[in-house]
């Protein structure tokens, strides 16, 4: 079983509409995590670190649940500029970063 | 402050040849990570320094991919020789000294690799 999850999409949504991407982790000792967005042919950049108590930024909004171990990233009015992948990302403390095989998003006019 | 840089942006090379892959850190980043993407497939973790030392080397792929980070400042990746399965985008991220609150990797922009 993978160390990070994710449903590889595609998801197609209108302009407009609100999305939500799940992310699941095998590894309990797992301490912090992160969403990654990267466009098509470019480096992953950070979109937001992800808190046990949830935590909003702008249109975003990301959760942890550590006893579910899941992992949620919520886009409100999706702008057709959100459209790339999402890549959920995982690090225990001290070790390496280990990242999800990434939702892609395409938001349609 | 200059990112994560590295070069070459693109190489092509045939199988059998050597290609050495540079990435330059933030400066001050004690962590220098090497990731690769092979099309299709997640980004996955090939080595962590830390400063000089291999922190953790368990996702080079084979005995082909030798890393070093001399003086704890730049790193580069070798290949050699490159087999076609080598192929994909090689990225190298950094990040500041681990600790709450500070995990956080930039990454370079980079190598496309293509072995022919």
């Known amino acids: 079983r993978k160390e990070v999850e994710q449903d590889p999409g595609p998801f197609n949504v209108p302009e407009g509409a609100t999305v939500a991407f799940n992310c699941t982790y095998s590894n309990s000792a797992s301490q912090s995590f992160f969403w990654y967005r990267q466009d098509c042919r470019k480096e992953p950049k950070l979109l937001m670190s992800v808190y046990s108590s949830g935590n909003e930024d702008g249109r975003f909004t990301a959760q942890l649940n550590r006893a579910s171990q899941y992992i949620s990233l919520l886009i409100r009015d999706s702008k057709l500029s959100d459209s790339a992948t999402y890549l959920c990302?995982?690090?225990?403390?001290?070790?390496?970063?280990?990242f999800g095989p990434g939702t892609r998003l395409s938001v349609l006019p | 402050e200059a990112g994560v840089t590295q070069f070459p942006s693109h190489s092509v090379i045939e199988k059998g040849q050597t290609v050495t892959l540079r990435c330059d850190p933030i400066s001050g980043h004690d962590n220098l990570y090497w990731y690769r993407r092979v099309m299709g497939k997640e980004i996955k973790f090939l080595l962590h320094f830390v400063k000089e030392s291999k922190q953790d080397e368990s996702g080079m792929p084979n005995n082909r991919f030798l890393a070093e980070r001399t003086g704890g400042t730049y790193s580069t990746l070798k290949v050699q020789p490159a087999e076609l399965e080598d192929s994909g985008v090689y990225f190298c991220a950094s990040s500041p000294r681990l600790g709450a609150g500070n995990e956080k990797l930039f990454f370079g922009s980079g190598t496309q690799l293509s072995v022919l």
């Open positions: 990302v995982g690090i225990r403390y001290g070790q390496n970063f280990v």
